[in-house]
């Protein structure tokens, strides 16, 4: 397999050669393996590459493949998995070095559904320490950077999975979406993220941040790969006590790339304030393109935008501290400056505080509800920034200094205060050649409509034909 193919390599394209037996998953490995080799050093993705187990797992494949035994179109997939899911042998860092030696004895419930389907674990990824943050700047394992340009921020918590899928590193890779850490990657570096409804994938076996706000989901080259990722890592699973007893489709089929008739909802406050004059234009640009393939787009209003915000970040906070009060109280010292200061606010909330912000998100989703019985989908900006240097720390919208974590959540965390299904998917990039993402999002548990608009967009509209010229 030449490099090129790998740069512009699919799951659904890559998996039809490996089931024809056109391409081995050795030489699928093999090619992957020797684009971390050569990108690594430069993007920082992975804190543990697995390149011996990764070519053991692929012999073992390709051996099965051949006796008859195809396990379906993820078998001889290589797959990147953020560092905080349990790994069975394979040290789960959380990024952090208080985790630097933590070899889990069993898989994560994710882990385990994608092995069992035949993907190939080639590394565990960088990402913001303990997915407390929204940069992926990590001082114990170095920062993770964009491949569109070095010198910018890959976004986070997730960044290192984003990294690797947009520098051709892994066919699918998983991430955690605490307040955007799947979606606000996948903007900054232009790839697919799925936030899937809160209880649709198990967190078993993942390392928590914030008990009622986190989700697992896949980050992809496209929205065809990630439906159908999704179709083999949800379900219910009573090892997860979020986790809903809600049926699983086959989400790649519902791909019809028809949305004559779909009703659009576009929020007509919060989403389009603080934004970057090119990201707005890039959004709306989009919206445009949904209405030619034959949607009705229509405006929304959804109260209470400001409170939810709020709330949602209390929450988090407070969550956060709890989760880590252990190594808060014990090992400060070990944990980063930004975290630590985040653990420090959130130990000061009081009960009142927290019970007040539940309160609000309960009005807040149903709020929601209220406008998605209007529309079918929302759709808003992915992230109203590009992604921001290393070293910035504020970003200049309508004439305020915002803080860079402020600006890159502000899109994305009230969906994981609703629990709603999200998806952030690719409409270009900005002057400076940074990617631009849109974000749709839908009822709960109707992955299938938000997965069918974003496929139908890319299908139609704007299919990425160019990735990062890293090599």
Excluded at 247 to 270: A, M, Q
Aim: hydrophobic share 40%.
């Amino acid at each position: 397999m030449e490099k090129l193919e790998v740069k512009m390599a699919s799951i659904t394209s890559l998996s039809e050669l490996i089931r024809k037996k056109e391409i081995s998953p050795v030489e699928v490995i093999n090619a992957f393996l020797e684009r971390i080799e050569a990108v690594q050093k430069k993007i920082n993705a992975f804190i543990t590459v697995l390149e011996r187990e990764a070519r053991q797992a692929a012999k073992q494949a390709e051996d099965e493949i051949v006796k008859g035994y195809y396990r379906g179109p993820l078998h001889g997939i290589p797959l990147a998995a953020k560092d905080l899911f349990f790994t069975r042998g394979v040290k789960t860092t959380c990024g952090s070095r208080i985790l630097s030696d933590f070899v889990p004895e069993k898989n994560a419930t994710v882990i385990a559904r994608l092995m069992e389907a035949g993907t190939i674990l080639i590394g565990k990824t960088n990402m913001h320490e303990f997915a407390f943050g929204t940069t992926s700047l990590n001082n114990h394992y170095g920062h993770a950077r964009n491949p569109w340009n070095v010198e910018h921020m890959t976004g986070g918590s997730s960044g290192g999975s984003a990294a690797a899928m947009a520098g051709s590193c892994a066919l699918l890779a998983l991430g955690t979406d605490t307040g955007g850490s799947i979606r606000i990657p996948s903007a900054l570096c232009g790839i697919v993220g799925l936030k899937p409804t809160f209880g649709r994938v198990s967190k078993h076996g993942v390392y928590p941040l914030c008990w009622s706000l986190d989700h697992p989901g896949p980050m992809t080259r496209t929205v065809a790969d990630a439906a159908l990722a999704l179709s083999f890592i949800a379900g219910y699973d009573p090892r997860d006590p979020c986790s809903k007893d809600m049926p699983v489709v086959d989400y790649y089929s519902c791909l019809t790339g028809d949305i004559k008739g779909v009703r659009v909802g576009v929020p007509d406050t919060f989403y389009f304030e603080q934004i970057e004059p090119e990201v707005k234009a890039g959004v709306e640009k989009a919206i445009d393109g949904l209405r030619d393939l034959g949607a009705e787009v229509r405006p929304v209003h959804i109260p209470d935008l400001d409170e939810a915000s709020a709330a949602t970040l209390l929450i988090l906070s407070s969550e956060a501290a709890s989760c880590l009060e252990k190594f808060h109280r014990t090992r400060p010292n070990d944990i980063g400056d930004d975290v630590r200061a985040r653990l420090d606010v959130g130990a000061l909330h009081l009960a009142t505080h927290y019970v007040k912000a539940q309160r609000i998100r309960r009005i807040v989703q149903e709020n929601f509800s209220r406008v998605l019985m209007q529309v079918d989908v929302l759709v808003t900006p992915g992230v109203s920034i590009t992604a921001p240097m290393l070293e910035e720390s504020t970003v200049r919208l309508d004439d305020d200094d915002v803080p860079v974590g402020v600006a890159l959540t502000r899109s994305t965390r009230i969906y994981n205060l609703v629990g709603l299904p999200s998806v952030s998917v690719p409409v270009g990039f900005s002057q400076a050649g940074l990617p631009i993402g849109i974000q749709i999002a839908g009822r709960p548990f109707d992955e299938e409509m938000v997965l069918r608009v974003a496929d139908a967009y890319e299908r139609h509209i704007y299919q990425p034909s160019r990735w990062p010229g890293l090599s």
